[in-house]
């Protein structure tokens, strides 16, 4: 699964891009290295049919073991079943680490042309407040299949106004997401090994570094 994502998105973005009402201008503040167990921006449905945002822890437990076993694709059916509703997780790009006999490397993906990241999400609740939101994962495009099995399903934004929406059947959508965006939307570059440490945060972890 996914153990890092950046976060740099604007007030702006999230009003145009994702046509989204903000809760609270503070839930913008830029972070570049955001882990489970941390709280992270959600999109959703209001009552009124609009789409507001608010923060949500990220992962029932905090996990940062960076060599644990990603989940399986399969495993999504499970989430589904037990989720409260759907979400969609404005990100700026995500971390993946490559193995390398301990030596692992880590890289940040993102979208070439630098536009947010739409990501699939579900929330699960007590009573009736959202406890925790969990990313919904796909196999990876031949692109990210080198680094890592699974990948986030990133939405395009027809795609990301039926998930929210609750309506349409969700393993139609997560289908149909699978050829959304090719290879070529997406970049992929070395970043440094100090986002392995969870007290670095700044801008910096997201440069590209030679090889």
Excluded at 104 to 114: G, S
Aim: net charge negative; proline share 5%; hydrophobic share 35%.
């Amino acid at each position: 699964m996914t153990k890092r994502i950046a976060f740099f998105i604007t007030k702006s973005e999230i009003e145009n891009f994702f046509q989204a009402q903000l809760s609270g201008v503070s839930i913008l503040e830029p972070h570049y290295n955001l882990a489970r167990g941390q709280h992270i921006v959600v999109i959703q449905r209001d009552g009124d049919n609009s789409k507001i945002t608010e923060r949500v822890r990220w992962g029932k437990e905090p996990d940062n073991d960076l060599k644990k076993t990603f989940h399986r694709e399969e495993d999504r059916a499970d989430l589904l079943k037990s989720a409260d509703s759907r979400v969609v997780i404005p990100i700026s790009g995500f971390y993946i680490w490559k193995e390398d006999n301990g030596n692992d490397q880590p890289f940040f993906v993102r979208m070439l042309n630098n536009e947010p990241m739409a990501v699939c999400g579900l929330t699960f609740r007590s009573g009736s407040k959202n406890e925790y939101c969990e990313i919904v994962h796909q196999e990876s495009n031949p692109l990210i299949q080198p680094m890592s099995n699974l990948m986030p399903v990133l939405l395009d934004i027809p795609l990301m106004n039926e998930w929210i929406s609750d309506e349409s059947d969700a393993e139609i959508i997560l289908k149909k997401a699978k050829s959304r965006f090719l290879i070529t939307d997406i970049t992929v570059h070395r970043v440094t090994k100090d986002v392995n440490d969870l007290s670095e945060n700044h801008a910096d972890l997201i440069q590209p570094i030679p090889k």
